[in-house]
Nanobody
Framework: RVQLVESGGGSVQAGESLRLSCAVS????????MGWFRQAPGKEREGVAA????????FYHDSVKGRFTISLDSANSMMYLQMDNLKSEDTGMYYC????????????????????WGQGTQVTVSS
């Protein structure tokens, strides 16, 4: 079965950087959609960044464009989220997610359609 394990969260000051990692195992499909989501206390989970496993396009929430970079290392079954110039509003639990097949790009930042989820890693940004 598909398993996703996040790591790399922590507590940082505003303006600093973190790199989140998602280790993927059990994937048997070639074409898929993957993403990073976050949930702040008292708020709904929101999509941060997403990609297709077989294409170069990447997709970002407007609030992180220019600061976050999503990437995939297929050879090592890893997905990353490089987060630069962090802000206090980036605080939350970050989850990686995956789904077999290519979702419509307009749905990639919605958490309704992803099938597999990691347990999350906490990111706390102090101003």
């Amino acid at each position: 079965r598909v398993q996703l394990v996040e790591s790399g969260g922590g507590s940082v000051q505003a303006g600093e950087s973190l790199r989140l990692s998602c280790a993927v195992s059990g994937v048997t499909y070639k074409y898929g959609s993957m993403g990073w989501f976050r949930q702040a206390p008292g708020k709904e989970r929101e999509g941060v960044a997403a990609l297709y496993t077989d294409a170069p396009e990447t997709f970002y929430h407007d609030s992180v464009k220019g600061r976050f970079t999503i990437s995939l290392d297929s050879a090592n079954s890893m997905m990353y989220l490089q987060m630069d110039n962090l802000k206090s509003e980036d605080t939350g639990m970050y989850y990686c997610a995956a789904k077999p097949g290519r979702m419509l790009s307009s749905l990639l930042l919605s958490d309704r359609f992803f099938e597999y989820w990691g347990q999350g890693t906490q990111v706390t940004v102090s101003s």
